[in-house]
């Protein structure tokens, strides 16, 4: 029997390490592209300008809050994986390596199917401005608004977790490597910088890839680009925003004018246009 003083310290524990790994995702991006390489990398900012302080400050206030509902949602999944509920195994060999890696793909995949179509939903005009309009507050994100959301909007995305942990055998160390990949890169969609290479959105394999723009432009223009890792469900269900292609290699054209008006190759007035 789990008595209420072990679940409290399961709470207090988990809930110190997600926000130890929320500031170590967004806080070292943060201070890299925002602060430390803010002047030098400004050429790959998306937008060609910084959001105000306070936007910054209603992004973290939101992602603790978001935080403090993962954890009550992995609490109570604790209390149901130590009565036998969950599928959760501890013996690694009981499904082997490669099984290990499969789960952890496959979570991943469902996840971005689990995302999109959640998404979608709450774009919907009679849910949209009663959950996911906070989220859109940020126009210009920072890596700070990877989990801004609004509580009810933080239970959807916490959602997974239990589906997954009902449907299928999953590895602790399995669960952690998806929450790893999945806080990395929705920190990544949130930069506010490019840093995919030339052609990255539209290479034959590599479109299949989210990039930064790509969520930048969901948050600039709202009603396109809904996916999470992968541009699977934008393309087959035509949600790509029409010119996402296009500002993808805007945005890596101009940083590349920028730089070379840096090195005195590039007259300033050559690159006036791509900098608006």
């Known amino acids: 029997m789990i008595t209420w003083q072990e679940i409290l310290i399961r709470y207090v524990g988990t809930f110190a390490m997600a926000s130890l790994r929320y ?46 509902i993962f954890v009550v949602v992995g609490s109570i999944l604790f209390v149901l994986r130590k009565n036998g509920y969950t599928q959760v195994y501890t013996n690694f060999s009981d499904y082997g390596v490669g099984y290990f890696i499969f789960s952890i793909l496959v ?31 940020s126009v210009n994100p920072t890596p700070w608004a990877a989990f801004a959301f609004h509580p009810l909007e933080a239970v959807v995305e916490v959602g997974i977790l239990p589906v997954m942990l009902f449907l299928m055998p999953l590895h602790p160390f399995a669960i952690l490597a998806f929450i790893l990949y999945q806080s990395g890169m929705n ?34 223009h709202v009603t396109c680009n809904y996916g999470l890792y992968f541009n699977f469900w ?32 590039q007259p300033d007035g050559l690159v006036e246009s791509l900098v608006k």
């Open 107 to 137: 979570f991943i995949v469902l996840h971005d199917t689990y995302f999109y179509w959640t998404h979608r939903f709450m774009h919907w005009k009679k849910i949209y401005p009663y959950v996911h309009k906070i989220h859109h507050k």
């Open 187 to 220: 920190v990544v969609g949130h930069l506010g910088f490019e840093m995919f290479p030339d052609g990255f959105a539209s290479g034959k394999i590599t479109k299949w890839h989210n990039t930064s723009t790509h969520h930048n432009m969901h948050h600039k």
């Open 234 to 265: 934008d393309r087959v269900m035509g949600t790509n925003h029409e010119r996402y292609e296009t500002e993808f290699d805007h945005v890596r054209e101009r940083a590349k004018e920028l730089q070379r008006q840096e090195d005195g190759l």
């Open 23 to 68: 500031i170590f995702f967004a806080g070292s991006l943060y201070l890299v592209f925002y602060i430390w390489k803010r002047r030098d990398w400004f050429k790959f900012k998306i937008q060609q300008k910084f959001p105000k302080n306070k936007d910054i400050m209603r992004e973290v206030g939101y992602s603790f809050l978001s935080l403090s």
